[in-house]
């Protein structure tokens, strides 16, 4: 039997200068993690923390969920709000996931593709024409947004635009110290916060035009069985544009840096993808693109996530003793999966980015950039489909150039993102040999 070990510690206090490092290191955990093992415990501003990499004591995580609880900092918490699923246990987030995951369904999906591909469609027009460089990031932000926005939550016009300013408001203070001085950011964002409630509040109370998926949360239970109060419903909506909208437009930003930099995967990709339809029907959207049918695709997408994770690290609470990879972590400690360093942890040339090892039959990867267990993403499938829908559909239809002399690194918070924001040029492509 292996022998268990106590948990190793940085030895940080206050954890003040462990909180400064962590914002301004990329290399952070990485290194700590040379030093101190799989599993190390540090404390950031008064806030102790286990960090884990490594396939082995994840999956000891997340085999144990009587032992764990979901946790946020204190700061996301009350930005999102005590109905919201994210700061839910047992079968109060259970109900709450079901309802919630009505909006993901396959066929919630396909009805939602038509308005995507339109999306897509536009966007492909606008590179064509534009006469100036375009920066894609904003593009592949503003497409995220209006996915959730207007495509899932039936929200147009001035309503969307409106949304979208609170938001931007309420999201710069998610990860900031929840104290609400007048004037402070995190004071703004609960205002704004309110001021986003109320405008989710209106749309829930409109008659349903068959515009997004609301409709489809109707007549939602709670888990004594009496309906969910709109304040209740409210908040989980106000956690889906919180939850897809940075990681989905970071996942998009990267992909695209990533080919336009890397011409040879590029060409590698083009040759699967000219000779897939676009735009496809809404009802095949949601398979057509499956990895049976673009395998290449598929891989570069898992190579994406795997090289720059859109979200950096997950977290649970333990409520019980637990031991992950043979080191006891004790109740009450939270845990933060680091996904960045988990990706890259182990043997072989995981530094460089090389989508075509995700074909290769040795490849044992055991990715998770969606989470795990009972906490797992729920709009996988929708980030998913608008991913594929995107990569085909704009590079189907045009040369994309990035223009020279633009700072091409990654910042990473709060979501990994292109420091110029990925400047381009679009112009068409005549695919009538390939047809
Ligand atoms: C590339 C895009 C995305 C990535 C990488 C991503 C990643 C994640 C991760 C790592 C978690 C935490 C899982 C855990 O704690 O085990 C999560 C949770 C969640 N995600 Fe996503 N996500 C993405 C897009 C989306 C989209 C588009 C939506 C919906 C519109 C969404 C909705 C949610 C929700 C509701 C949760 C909370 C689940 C729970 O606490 O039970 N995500 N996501």
Redesign the pocket.
């Known amino acids: 039997m292996t022998k268990l070990r106590p948990l190793p510690s940085t030895g940080a206090i206050s954890g003040i200068l462990e909180a400064l490092a962590f914002s301004r290191d990329p290399n952070f955990a990485k290194r700590r993690f040379k030093r101190l093992g799989n599993v190390f415990e540090t404390t950031m501003l008064g806030q102790p923390m286990v960090f884990i990499q490594g396939e082995k004591a994840i999956t000891d995580l997340l085999s144990q969920p009587e032992s764990i609880e979901?946790w946020w900092p204190e700061s996301v918490q009350q930005l999102l709000g005590s109905h919201s699923?994210?700061n839910r246990n047992g079968t109060a987030?259970k109900t709450r996931?079901r309802i919630?995951g009505q909006l993901?369904s396959s066929l919630a999906l396909q009805r939602y593709s038509a308005w995507i591909i339109h999306l897509i469609d536009n966007l492909s027009e606008t590179l064509k024409n534009s006469k100036t460089p375009v920066p894609l990031t904003e593009k592949m932000r503003h497409f995220a947004f209006s996915v959730?926005a207007t495509t899932?939550l039936g929200v147009e016009g001035n309503d969307s635009d409106e949304l979208f300013s609170d938001f931007k408001i309420w999201t710069k203070a998610l990860f900031s110290i929840p104290i609400a001085l007048p004037g402070s950011p995190f004071a703004k964002a609960l205002k704004s916060r309110q001021r986003l409630l109320n405008k989710l509040q209106s749309i829930l109370n409109q008659t349903l035009k068959n515009k997004g998926g609301l409709d489809l949360l109707a007549g939602s239970l709670d888990e004594v069985g009496i309906p969910l109060t709109d304040a209740d419903l409210g908040e989980q909506l106000l956690?889906?544009l919180f939850?897809?909208y940075e990681?989905?437009a970071s996942?998009l930003s990267c992909l695209m840096r990533e080919l336009l930099l890397n011409r040879k995967i590029e060409h590698w990709l083009r040759e699967e993808i000219d000779f897939l339809e676009w735009p496809p029907t809404p009802k095949r959207a949601t398979t057509i693109y499956d990895p049976t049918n673009a395998p290449r695709l598929d891989a570069i997408v898992k190579e994406v996530?795997r090289f720059t994770?859109?979200?950096g690290g997950?977290?649970r609470r333990t409520k019980q003793s637990l031991t992950l990879d043979g080191v006891v972590v004790p109740h009450n400690r939270v845990i933060q999966v680091a996904?960045i360093d988990s990706n890259r942890h182990g043997i072989g040339d995981l530094d460089i980015f090389r989508p075509q090892r995700h074909l290769e039959n040795e490849c044992s990867l055991n990715l998770m950039?969606?989470?795990?267990?009972?906490?797992?993403?729920?709009?996988?499938s929708?980030?998913d489909l608008?991913?594929r829908l995107m990569v085909v559909g704009l590079f189907r239809q045009l040369e994309l150039e990035v223009i020279p002399d633009q700072d091409f690194s990654l910042k990473q918070i709060p979501s990994p993102s292109p420091r110029d924001g990925l400047l381009v040029k679009g112009k068409n492509r005549s695919l009538e040999n390939l047809d």
């Open positions: 979901g699923l994210a987030h996931r919630v993901f959730i899932v956690l889906l939850a897809g990681t989905t996942a996530m994770p859109p979200v997950f977290f996904l950039p969606f989470g795990g267990g009972e906490r797992v993403c729920l709009g996988k929708l980030a608008e991913i």
